[in-house]
DNA sequence: CTTAAATTCAATCTTTAGATTTAGAACTTA
DNA sequence: TAAGTTCTAAATCTAAAGATTGAATTTAAG
């Protein structure tokens, strides 16, 4: 599945401060004829001048490097807001590495232990714009990102047990949540259409179920619970 | 890589609403030495019943189901907190469903158009503990992931360019520290030792600073803006 | 059919909250 | 030294918030 013949080379650049590494894979990519490395860097900052100038399609990216580390590198280069794509390589399958370099936005992740025809497939399929974790750093990835996640629940919530949220009912949802928008009582009763000591009832059943004095206390305590998770799940 | 033939094979349910569908997986299962189908399930509740008794090693779950979808059942089935895995099954590759799959702490994804090798090939990488996700469908997780990273990023801050809390004096975050936390104007003067005039005349000018018109708008803002992200930060 | 829970509303009352104006003291900077 | 900012504070006032009691209607559950 290669791209065919009479298309361009994709461009790419190494960043490695290992200067025998760096030219062990450039000569590697420059056997390719697909792609051509046109230029190395040995540090981030002279890599990111780089990255300005030539625009590459790709670039190949040591996460364990001096002074400023690849993965702070990662971040920059993508707020540049470029097409270049990222893939990391470091010599290590560390789960956390692995998970912040794909949070942050690189393509593909390889270890300098792969063999060559890992790094060229790699390449191949980010070109196609698609994302290469070898099943092995996927597996891995997965570990720290469902543990995060895991955490992140057991943060939030405690989720049944002790959520005093639970107790509401749905209309009381429903004011709770015009409440977390920073609305007043005049307000709420305009858009449910109901009458305002009708929503001060409500609110004050509410008080007494989270066991909370006032309205900004009840706000917190439903945004630490979760409440207002919906707005931001819907990111997509 | 199979399990030695000493070991007891790893019983798995299986949970889909098609018959068929479950049949044939059934029998395509118990060709397998190193596992068994101990049971299907047409629909949700009687799954978790089922996982409840038995316990199995493996859940294989649909997740197109109708009443109780295949995600909320996952959930449920992780807050029992069994060593059973799960595998989810779904005839569409579709990125958010994969997303959310994973997230909530699915053991692998496949899709059912795939060929009976990779089932089997899933069922023996997450018995040994491993992720199993096809490279097709972690390139779509990832795209996922991602595009959601991105968005919380714009989300949580527009991180220098208009956050209103930079004008806010340092005695002025103080206060507004506290209302983050509920208290009221009595309790933060009493905690910062001044009196309660003119902990209104903090809180009102940082009321004209944020462009809020009441505390629960002004912490509503802060939050928003990353101001709590001390807390919230630590979660790993 | 009866009980219980949920939703609605009124009236009354007390307490905070919030707006506005004015101003002194401390500290910084031009 | 003068001007500006920050922090402090008081006085006054209006508007909102919150507590409490009591009650009618609807709906679900037993």
Redesign the pocket.
């Known amino acids: 599945m290669r791209r065919a013949d009479f298309k361009r080379k994709s461009r790419v650049i190494v960043v490695d401060d290992n200067y025998d590494h760096a030219s062990g894979i450039r000569e590697l990519i420059n056997l390719e004829q697909d792609y051509e490395v046109i230029a190395n860097a040995g540090n981030v900052n002279v890599a990111i001048s780089l990255i300005k100038k030539y625009q590459p399609d790709i670039v190949l990216m040591d996460i364990n490097m001096p002074e400023i580390d690849g993965i702070t590198a990662i971040s920059e280069i993508e707020k540049l807001g470029l097409k270049t794509k990222i893939i990391a390589l470091t010599g290590y399958d560390d789960a956390d590495l692995i998970y912040r370099a794909m949070k942050i936005g690189a393509k593909g992740y390889i270890l300098k232990t792969m063999a060559s025809a890992q790094l060229i497939r790699a390449l191949d399929e980010v070109t196609m714009g698609k994302i290469y974790l070898p099943s092995v750093l996927c597996s891995k990835f997965f570990e720290y990102f469902q543990a995060a996640q895991r955490n992140e629940k057991a943060y939030n919530a405690a989720d049944d047990e002790e959520n005093l949220l639970n107790y509401l009912?749905?209309?009381?949802e429903e004011v709770l949540g015009l409440l977390t928008e920073g609305i007043?009582?005049?307000g709420v009763a305009q858009q449910?259409f109901?009458?305002e000591?009708?929503v001060?009832?409500?609110?004050?059943n509410i008080?007494q179920k989270l066991q909370v004095?006032?309205?900004?206390q009840a706000v917190l305590y439903a945004i630490n619970k979760g409440f207002g998770a919906r707005k931001k799940a819907k990111i997509a």
Chains 1, 2 share one sequence.
């Not at 009912?169 to 009381?172: G, L, S, V, Y």
């Open positions: 009912t749905n209309r009381e007043t009582y005049k449910l109901i009458s000591t009708t001060k009832t409500h609110v004050n008080f004095n006032d309205r900004t």
